[in-house]
């Protein structure tokens, strides 16, 4: 598989880490540009950073430079160009070389979604995916394996079971619109992918 052409954005590669990414600690030769893409947030939910939200994937030496490596959370999220565009405006503004590489593999799964990020989304209003009840959580989970279509969500709100879908699509195909029927608060499920 060619990994080197400079003019095509996306390559593959299946040297990327899966699941969640804590920021690097200082020992990391690149833990300055970690800790400034972290000012890059997901423009649909501007809580959380790309890195958090498991896009942002790499920083790293290639033998075209210096690159950082952003895999979409699904292909066609119309946010991505966004995402793209902002973390050049970060290196533009600090002055750093890099190149921006799209990569599809591996793809992007909701479980790259890091645990600060969930509790982020929750408190933002939005049921983060496998979104587990405190004292259920194997139940949910369960539930959630043996028929996605009608996981229990729980309300980002009352931590209620009690809900119901309304709309399988929210205000993004990421998500699904939700209503609570104990605090009868509507609110958007982040759809496990
Ligand atoms: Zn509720």
């Known amino acids: 598989m060619p990994n080197g052409d400079p003019l095509n954005r ?25 800790t400034l893409l972290e000012s890059v947030v997901d423009p649909e939910i501007p809580v959380v ?23 979409p959370t699904y292909s066609g999220c119309p946010a991505m160009s966004q995402m793209h565009d902002d ?12 190149r921006i590489v799209t990569e ?19 408190t933002y209003g939005i049921a ?3 979104a587990c009840h405190p ?8 539930q959630q394996r043996a028929n996605r279509s009608h996981a ?5 709100q009352c931590d209620s079971l009690n809900t119901t879908e309304t709309s399988h699509f929210g205000s ?5 619109m939700y209503r609570c029927l104990d605090c009868l608060e509507p609110f958007d499920y982040f759809k496990p992918y």
């Open 104 to 122: 599809l593999s591996p793809a992007w799964s909701s479980d790259w979604i890091s645990v600060e990020a969930k509790l982020k989304l929750k």
């Open 49 to 71: 950073s790309l890195r958090e939200m498991g896009v942002l994937r790499a920083i790293r030496e290639s033998q075209h430079g210096l690159e950082v490596v952003i895999t």
């Open 152 to 156: 229990a969500v729980v309300c980002p």
């Open 135 to 142: 004292a259920s959580d194997r139940v949910v989970l369960i």
């Open 128 to 130: 983060p995916p496998h």
């Open 87 to 98: 973390v050049a405006l970060v290196l533009q503004a600090a002055g750093i070389q890099a």
């Open 172 to 176: 993004t195909a990421c998500k699904a």
């Open 10 to 34: 996306t390559i593959t590669s299946g040297q990327l880490p899966q699941g969640p990414l804590p920021l690097p600690d200082q020992s990391d030769p690149h833990h300055h540009l970690w």
